[in-house]
């Protein structure tokens, strides 16, 4: 485990790692899942996420697992979690168009690993879970 991201009011990384985030931007605390006020955020949608304070380069094997909603579709490509373009690439879990997307950048331009999901299947104020696995 190199990081671990339960939200209790902070975005510290509780795994031990000492790989705690950085709010920046149009972020707040907001109610999680199961009702518990300050145990998730919010993003604006255009300046909002959350930096770690090492970039995680996670160049290998790597599975991430994320819990999201809307409250309004997105205009723009909305990344739900990803890594900023280390050596050798990029990865992460995005929302294009209403659909669920995967990726892992292998070379120039980048791979688009494509939809998971072949319908649109995203309803506003309705929690999802997603995981994506990259291996080698």
Do not use: C, M
């Not at 990384?13 to 705690?20: F, M």
């Not at 992460?92 to 892992?104: F, Q, R, T």
């Amino acid at each position: 485990l190199i990081a671990s991201y339960p939200f209790n009011g902070n975005s510290n990384d509780e795994s031990g790692n000492a790989n705690n985030g950085t709010v920046i931007g149009g972020v707040n605390l907001t109610t999680d899942r199961f009702g518990n006020s300050g145990r998730a955020y919010s993003f604006d949608g255009v300046t909002g996420n959350i930096a770690t304070n090492n970039g995680l380069s996670i160049t290998n094997s790597v599975s991430v697992s994320a819990w999201f909603k809307f409250n309004s579709f997105p205009a723009q490509n909305t990344f739900i979690v990803t890594q900023d373009f280390p050596t050798p690439g990029p990865w992460g879990i995005l929302v294009k168009d209403n659909y669920l997307s995967w990726y892992v950048a292998t070379e120039t331009p980048f791979y688009w690993s494509g939809n998971v999901t072949h319908n649109p299947v995203f309803e506003l104020n309705k929690w999802y879970h997603v995981v994506g696995l990259r291996t080698g």
